[in-house]
């Protein structure tokens, strides 16, 4: 696939581009030099007793570093890509966020 980047620049996206990972999860640090996206992927870890809840493992996949210039460009480029998802797809809406699990030390009266 090929497409005309800014300036016309052109660049091609093919087989070769390398492994994809699957993220859930994203943390960005900034300094005044530059923005550090931090991917990772959040996966359950069982322990103790069956019927606990799992406790997330954050599993870190890839650091990124940008400029400030280059990391506004990206949110350029995310937006419109989103915009453009939207209206081919519909809107994205956030997932709903589960209740959080009871306290340890909450108890039920009978």
């Known amino acids: ?8 620049l052109r660049f091609s996206i093919g ?7 699957y993220c859930n999860s994203a943390k960005v640090v900034i ?10 992927q959040n996966v359950p870890v069982y322990r103790g007793q069956a019927g606990d809840l799992p ?8 650091r ?14 995310l937006r419109d890509s989103v915009a453009n998802y939207e209206e081919q797809y519909g809107e994205i ?3 709903p966020r589960p ?3 009871p306290q340890a030390n909450e108890t039920e009266s009978s």
């Open 1 to 8: 696939m090929t497409e005309q980047g800014q300036g016309g």
């Open 15 to 21: 087989p070769n581009t390398g492994p994809s990972s």
């Open 31 to 40: 300094s005044f030099f530059d923005f550090n996206f931090e991917f990772s």
């Open 55 to 62: 406790a997330i493992s954050a599993n870190p996949i890839q």
């Open 64 to 77: 990124i570093v940008m400029s400030p210039e280059h990391a506004k460009a990206f949110l350029k480029l």
């Open 93 to 95: 809406k956030p997932a």
């Open 99 to 101: 209740a959080p699990p």
